[in-house]
């Protein structure tokens, strides 16, 4: 066979295994896996590289309103290029539906969004109005489009479904089997420390940490679980920040509940002191739920290394360190009204490879799983996310040794800040493949707007 590209002489690395070989990729897939392979109209020498699959992003706010209606910084050109420059080969934001929407909307709206993105995209569908008509012919429509993940709210008054709501979306969820994903925050308890900070005029950045307590996100992480448990439904915890959270997860996980679950870089990288840095420094670092502590860290670590979180995602939730973004209600905003989320989409693998794999926290196959297969075949995008023949030739080939100090321009997206500012890390991805065309290489972006496409994703396989 005449490949289109040989990649060749690198250490291949997959979820299951690492090993050295050449890739043959034909027609935008793999084609051939070999000691070594001839020919390639392109052969790229990945000689002391690392081949492994692309990464696959599942959790983004791109060109996305808020619920209170404040626009991500990131569009689908933009997000995706920053994506694509921090190794992943696809991505799933989400599909926001606020009250009052069809759902067919919302998707016809995103649909055209997304056409800008260089990298192949889906959506989680963000369900905010579970309507008779949403539930029984919106929902369902979208699934059999191949949007086969829905995500819920248990916190923001404008989000939060409620219980009831949950069991509604989660019994509709597992009739289709779609993967219901939920941001787990008790919303009262949330409240009521607002208001009582409130009332003693503590509104600087550094409450909103306090306004969030670890018990808010456990709570409502056992509730979630049991809910779903009612229905036996699977489910799916995003952004994992707690020590008490992750224990719940783990339990139950080994008791056997159908349930998967993600930590953030933000949550192993930063605390809550990063919110009271001076002036109105920490709104950089305002996102839900709230940073932590320097021993919930090494906690979170260890649930990584051993296996109960699938995924490290980054939470991309961009707002600008200005009028457009964190501070829409003004500079000197109270934290409940400051834009909550930080951008980390070009950051997320490679902090995860330094501080993982070369810090001997984690695996290379470990590192795999948690930045691409894990999420391939939790959300059901069955042709990515693995090195083997007949897959996608989504590949990123990274120089593990290579030390680079994070900057906010390095992150090819459209902040004016990244919260991992100067933080020296280990390891880049130099190559990026999206369907075997190469989207970026050592440094350039190679793609053009718009040749992402998007991906019809299979039900939930537990
Ligand atoms: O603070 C965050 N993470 N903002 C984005 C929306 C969400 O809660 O996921
Ligand atoms: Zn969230
Ligand atoms: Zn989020």
Redesign the pocket.
């Known amino acids: 066979m005449q490949f289109d590209t040989v990649i060749h002489g690198g250490t291949i690395a997959t979820a299951d295994y690492v090993t050295r070989g050449d890739i043959g990729i034909k027609d935008g897939r793999i084609a051939a896996l070999a000691e070594t392979l001839p020919g390639g109209d392109r052969r790229i020498d990945a000689g002391g590289r690392i081949v492994m699959p692309g990464g696959i992003e599942a959790?983004a706010?791109i060109a996305q309103e808020?619920s209170s209606g404040v626009m991500s910084a990131d569009d689908y050109l933009s997000g995706s290029i920053s994506a694509a420059f921090g190794g992943n080969s696809s991505f799933i934001p989400f599909a926001a539906q606020h009250r009052g929407q069809s759902v067919d909307e919302v998707i016809a709206t995103y649909d055209a969004r997304a056409a800008r993105s260089v990298i192949d995209y889906s959506y989680h569908l963000i369900i905010s109005d579970p309507a008779p008509e949403v539930l029984e012919d919106q929902l369902p429509r979208a699934f059999a489009r191949g949007i086969t993940s829905f995500k819920v709210?248990m916190t923001?008054d404008l989000m939060n479904l409620g219980d009831g709501g949950m069991l509604d979306i989660l019994s509709v969820a597992r009739e289709h089997g779609a993967i219901t994903m939920v941001?787990a925050e008790n919303n009262d308890m949330v409240k009521w420390m607002n208001k009582r900070l409130a009332a003693k005029g503590l509104t600087a950045p550094k409450y909103h940490a306090i306004s969030r307590p670890e018990l808010a996100e456990e709570e409502a992480i056992n509730r979630a679980i049991q809910l779903a448990k009612l229905v036996d439904a699977p489910l799916f915890i995003?952004?994992v920040s707690t020590a008490g959270g992750a224990e719940i997860v783990r339990r139950e996980k080994f008791n056997g509940a159908k349930l998967f679950a993600e930590t953030c870089p933000q949550y192993l990288a930063l605390t809550r002191d990063d919110l009271d840095r001076p002036g109105m420094e920490g709104a950089k670092y305002?996102?839900?739920p709230p940073l932590r502590d320097h021993a919930t860290q090494d906690v979170l670590w260890h649930h990584i290394a051993q296996g109960t979180f699938e995924s490290v995602s980054s939470?991309h939730?961009p707002y600008r360190f200005d009028e457009t973004g964190k501070f829409l209600n003004g500079f000197d905003a109270p934290y409940p009204k400051i834009s909550?989320?930080?951008p980390g989409i070009a950051a997320r693998l490679p902090y995860l490879f330094s501080e993982g794999v070369a810090k001997g926290r984690i695996t290379l196959e470990q590192f795999v799983a948690l930045s691409s297969t894990n999420a391939a075949k939790t959300f059901g995008c069955d042709t990515k996310g693995r090195i083997a023949p007949g897959m996608d030739a989504d590949i990123a080939i990274w120089d593990p040794e290579a030390q680079v100090t994070v900057t906010a321009a390095d992150q090819h997206d459209n902040m004016d800040y990244t919260p991992f500012e100067g933080m020296e890390l280990t390891g880049k991805p130099e190559i990026v493949m999206n369907r075997g065309a190469v989207i970026v290489e050592n440094g350039t972006l190679m793609a053009q707007e718009g040749q992402g496409r998007f991906v019809a994703r299979q039900p939930v396989d537990l």
Request: charged share 5%; aromatic share 12%; proline share 0%.
């Open positions: 959790h706010h808020s709210f923001y941001h995003v952004h305002i996102c839900s939470d939730a909550n989320g930080m």
